[in-house]
């Protein structure tokens, strides 16, 4: 019965998702997101659209299982990223002030093609592993709920790649702001109405909640809330969602989007966090990264709003990460012509790599943000020196910071081996993110600040 909702109201998102999608495509629907008549979106277009691509399937349960294993301590770290929303905003405004429309822009007037290369390597990274990422989210909701059935994880996988990919290729960014409303409004009447039926739980208790240790203890929680507050500057900028979402409407409306974002989604995921730390409360063994856990736990319609929220999730944020790899292939690395037929392609070629991922990569959810959360933070130097204090930055201080960013994310994905071990503290892997982290910001601060000398503010750029 269970099985059967879920893939019932599923369907009914995916039959929404392709009415929702404009009929007609036009280049500035396309790539700008802009309506059939031209007009941009609206504030609270953006402000569902930003919501639905932060709290995707893999953060809800990130902030799931963190809140199982490290308490409340573990929820507050995952949230401290939706701080992301305030410095993300901060910085498209400083951008805009500068006359600068995209992280590009900004970067390639200060370091030509060597900034804009760099940085769109790490985006590129960023937007496979949000594909991947969430396709593994539908996979494992799959299987967990088809046990019977082989090949539920490859075959929802597929499906629901497939379907993402149709009506985003359709539409490009205006599909994927349309369909982002519409899967908000129904993400917050399953979660909302799950959400109640925790709260009225016998047993629940807030106190207890916001007290909780987790299963594993609440250190590592509060290690990780540090590591968020070191990334949290350079996160957003490294997200070509969020970036896109800067640039498409006037200064005012994107401003208040950002702040009408960040309030809702953190609620959103500390809301979703607590029913990890609720699972550890009661003692609840761990299972399928929760999937189990939550099915023996809670009555039927209640698992079931809770795995539609997350496929929901999944579903929006793969569109719109498809919409910014149309993007970045053709407007900003130009390897596509600015055609509908370009920006189709490029989404075909990202869906496919993040499929093929799914398949093969490592599936540890939390890794896929600390990697990509490393790397950018090559930008906190860069942005904090030349962006805030508009002092000029040379190229090759800029690279260490590359440099260091990109072999602190390499260290944290390979702590495991035998000639990266020795560099890094004895213990758990947040402590070792974190001294990977300061060490990243202390090199490339360093860099910056030799490599930096004081000159007037620019225009466009």
């Known amino acids: 019965m269970q099985a059967t909702a879920i893939v019932a109201i599923f369907a009914l998102i995916l ?99 060597v900034g804009t290369a760099c940085y769109n390597s790490v985006i590129a990274l960023r937007l496979l592993s949000e594909v991947f990422a969430n396709l593994i989210v539908v996979g494992l909701i799959f299987s967990a709920v088809l046990p019977d059935v082989g090949f539920a994880k490859e075959g929802a996988i597929i499906v629901v790649g497939l379907v993402a990919l149709a009506y985003s290729a359709w539409g490009g960014l205006s599909a994927a702001l349309r369909t982002d409303v519409m899967q908000m409004l129904i993400f917050l009447l399953v979660f909302g109405a799950a959400l109640v039926a925790l709260i009225m739980r016998p047993g629940f208790d807030l106190a207890a909640i916001v007290t909780a240790q987790g299963t594993a203890g609440a250190y590592n929680g509060w290690i990780l809330l540090l590591v968020a507050f070191l990334q949290v500057f350079s996160y957003p900028a490294h997200d070509p969602v969020m970036m896109d979402r800067g640039f498409i409407a006037d200064r005012d409306t994107t401003r208040k989007s950002f702040l009408h974002a960040f309030w809702i989604s953190t609620l959103c995921i500390v809301a979703f966090g607590a029913f990890g730390i609720q699972a550890a409360l009661e003692g609840a063994a761990y299972d399928t990264q929760l999937i189990g856990t939550w099915a023996t736990m809670f009555p039927s319609w209640v698992f079931v ?157």
């Open 305 to 461: 709003a809770l795995m539609a929220s997350l496929l929901i999730s999944a579903l929006s944020t793969l569109d719109s990460a498809l919409s910014s790899a149309a993007r970045l292939a053709v407007v900003e690395l130009r390897v596509a012509p600015r055609s509908l037929a370009g920006g189709r392609g490029a989404m075909v070629v990202f869906a496919l790599g993040g499929a093929a991922l799914t398949f093969w990569g490592n599936q540890t959810l939390f890794d896929a943000v600390a990697v990509s959360g490393t790397a950018s933070m090559f930008l906190t130097p860069v942005l904090v020196v030349g962006l805030l204090t508009q002092r000029s930055v040379a190229v090759w201080s800029f690279l260490i910071c590359f440099t260091a960013a990109l072999s602190g994310a390499l260290a944290y994905m390979f702590r495991a081996n035998e000639a990266v071990a020795p560099f890094l503290v004895e213990g758990h892997k947040y402590e070792q993110l974190l001294q990977i982290c300061v060490v990243v910001l202390a090199v490339g601060f360093a860099a910056v600040l030799l490599g930096s000398r004081r000159v007037d503010a620019r225009v466009g750029g």
């Open 15 to 113: 039959l929404g998702s392709f009415l929702a999608a404009p009929r007609r495509a036009t280049l500035d629907g396309f790539f700008e997101g802009r309506s059939d008549q031209g007009v941009q979106p609206g504030l609270w277009t953006l402000v569902f659209s930003q919501i639905t691509t932060w709290i995707f399937a893999r953060s809800l349960m990130n902030a799931a299982i963190l809140g199982f294993y490290y308490g409340f301590a573990g929820v507050l770290a995952y949230a401290a990223y939706y701080g992301s929303f305030l410095t993300g905003g901060f910085i498209v405004g400083r951008l805009r002030e500068s006359g600068a429309m995209s992280v590009q822009d900004w970067l390639s007037a200060r370091f030509g093609a």
